[in-house]
């Protein structure tokens, strides 16, 4: 690890100015550090903000707002995600170790760097680290890797399970700016595909911090986090759902899907529920939904499992959801 100046900031005003100086926001730091043991990451200057408050869950607008800095084991008991988004707290619980959901923060899950081999190894040519240096994953051992929304410059996919469930519940991230106004992105908004320009993931401003997640009342119907891994526990998706059907005399009349472990993104398609609003419940609205989600998708020779297997997936869970 190279060495690095570190401060602590004791409210936002304070993190705000370290970031537009140029420092790199820490708050659990599950990512961050493995990231600059390998050298994958090299920041000069680090500020902890893991005491500007910002780790409370509170009522909001019909919904809940999430502080930003609420750990994720607090965030999946908490008695109102439980009851009212319970594939949110499925999908933290899925996540990772209860070690790390004790110190991994809420606005750094959504903003944690790709689980790549190739990105992790310096050795490698990785375009998301080192832009224009080509992308290994392609012609390697892909097996973890994109089958939707990639492009010839990166096949990574995102980490976050929490994310997945936050972009099926129509999440906003609120953010603060130094000299400026603060933002509300639509968690659809908040991430990039990667073309030509890996190496940008998300739309927002160097030294914005992300303050809280907004979430709206929850969808009617049934909800459910599936994640299909390697093993039960700590590993990242192959492919997980998050869905939120609701059914009524047969036919489905509201529908909420997004996907992890299939794209560089969480990934929500309107084609898929489409697909299934309006339709009856079976078999036929389930295989249209699966042939929505993945009419576009292209393996790379080891992940090529993966489009069977999602489609399998959803399918499941969609018969399970409506009953």
């Known amino acids: 690890m190279k060495p690095f100046d570190f401060a602590r900031a004791e409210n936002v005003e304070a993190a705000l100015a370290a970031g537009a100086a140029g420092a790199r926001y820490i708050a659990g730091g599950t990512n961050l550090i493995d990231l600059m043991k390998l050298q994958v990451e090299t920041p000069d200057r680090l500020v902890d903000i893991g005491r500007i408050g910002l780790d409370t869950v509170e009522e909001h607008d019909g919904g809940v707002r999430i502080g930003a800095l609420v750990p994720n084991s607090d965030l999946a008991a908490h008695s109102t995600v439980r009851s009212r988004y319970p594939m949110l707290a499925r999908a933290l619980l899925a996540g990772a170790s209860a070690q790390l959901r004790n110190k991994a923060s809420t606005g750094g899950n959504l903003l944690q760097r790709t689980r790549c081999y190739y990105f992790y190894e310096i050795a490698a040519r990785c375009n998301k680290r080192e832009p224009g240096s080509g992308c290994d994953a392609i012609q390697g051992f892909n097996r973890i890797h994109a089958v939707i929304g990639g492009s010839a410059s990166c096949i990574a996919t995102h980490p976050s399970d929490m994310a997945v469930a936050l972009r099926a519940l129509d999440a906003t991230v609120v953010t603060a700016r130094s000299g400026g106004e603060g933002r509300r992105i639509a968690l659809d908004d908040l991430y990039c595909l990667p073309g030509d320009t890996p190496q940008i993931e998300t739309i927002l401003d160097p030294g914005e911090l992300i303050v809280a997640i907004d979430l709206p009342a929850p969808p009617p119907g049934r909800q459910a986090y599936r994640k299909v891994r390697d093993r039960a526990s700590y590993a990242f998706a192959l492919v997980s759902i998050a869905a939120a ?69 959803l399918i499941a869970t969609l018969r399970d959801l409506a009953g």
């Open 245 to 313: 059907i609701a059914v009524e005399d047969g036919t489905i009349t509201s529908a909420r899907l997004a996907f992890g472990g299939l794209a560089p993104m969480p990934w929500r398609d309107p084609a898929v529920e489409a697909a299934l609003v309006g339709q009856p419940a079976g078999t036929a609205a389930f295989e249209a939904a699966a042939d929505a989600l993945l009419a576009d998708a292209r393996g790379h020779g080891h992940n090529d499992f993966k489009i069977t297997l999602a489609r399998r997936t």
